[in-house]
């Protein structure tokens, strides 16, 4: 079976050929072609911890028997194919709680002997990105007017950019602050049935010398993406999360946090 291509993105054309080289005449019930993707989530050992869906399944005939022919006769058949992959659709996916695959399989229904089946995998990216320019803005307070602001230039993003941004200090008593960073974070949710469980990570940290932040003056951030970041995205039963995330660790041992999301795609 060959395909035009291996990586696909929604609402893409998947366009190929099975190619059969039969040795003698046969005599096929159907040969089909099975396109399906797989979303596994498994969140511990017990049954109803799992969830198996299928983002995508279609299923069509490449060839049945006809009352003019009802036979394949020895030699090479081809037999072109084309479906759409549907506008919304989750990407390809290897994660901590859930695996996302596709594959397209086909069938050669055989009377009286063991079908034909090959079968091939292939990869979706998710859908471009769009409105990545677009600037966000968080803040958080504490009651004695201590306010920490966070400020990105774009909310969307490939891996390899350079997330750019500033942190501010507004008002309060600066000189309480011991630590201040601010983090590329990661988080991967799922759910089987009535269960739901995440895992989250770091993938960047930028620490910030206190003082910088005394004067009130906005602080330039610049925080690189992995190049092995993996995409944002939603599913039935998952989801993956990018934040960035400026906190401030202060004397009393309080802390102050603040956070916004932003999307990674796929070049």
Do not use: C
């Not at 036979?71 to 072109?80: D, R």
């Not at 891996?159 to 602050?177: C, M, Y």
């Amino acid at each position: 079976m060959e395909a035009v291509q291996h990586i696909y993105r929604p609402n893409d054309s998947v366009r190929g050929s099975l190619k059969l080289i039969a040795r003698s005449d046969l005599h096929p019930r159907s040969i089909m072609l099975h396109a399906v993707g797989d979303e596994i989530t498994s969140l511990g050992p017990n049954i109803a911890m799992k969830a198996h869906t299928h983002p995508f399944d279609l299923a069509f005939s490449l060839w049945s028997p006809s009352i003019d022919s009802d036979v394949l006769s020895k030699g090479e058949h081809i037999f072109p194919f084309e479906f759409g992959l549907p506008a919304i659709l989750p990407p390809t996916f290897n994660g901590d709680l859930t695996q996302i695959v596709y594959r397209i399989e086909a069938k050669v229904d055989l009377p009286l002997q063991p079908d034909l089946r090959v079968e091939q995998p292939f990869s979706v990216y998710v859908a471009p990105i769009v409105d990545a320019e677009k600037p966000v803005r968080a803040t958080s307070n504490l009651t004695d007017g201590l306010t920490l602001e966070l400020q990105l230039k774009a909310v969307a993003f490939y891996p390899g950019d350079h997330i750019l941004g500033e942190v501010q200090i507004i008002g309060g008593d600066a000189k309480t602050i011991k630590t201040a960073t601010v983090d590329l974070l990661w988080r991967e949710k799922g759910d089987a049935h009535d269960f739901v469980d995440h895992t989250e990570g770091l993938n960047v940290r930028v620490e910030i010398e206190p003082t910088q932040l005394i004067s009130g003056q906005p602080f330039p951030i610049d925080i690189p993406i992995p190049l092995d970041a993996d995409p944002s995205f939603v599913s039935q039963h998952a989801s993956m999360t990018r934040l960035v995330r400026a906190e401030l660790k202060l004397a009393d041992d309080k802390s102050l946090m603040a956070e916004t999301i932003i999307r990674i795609g796929m070049r």
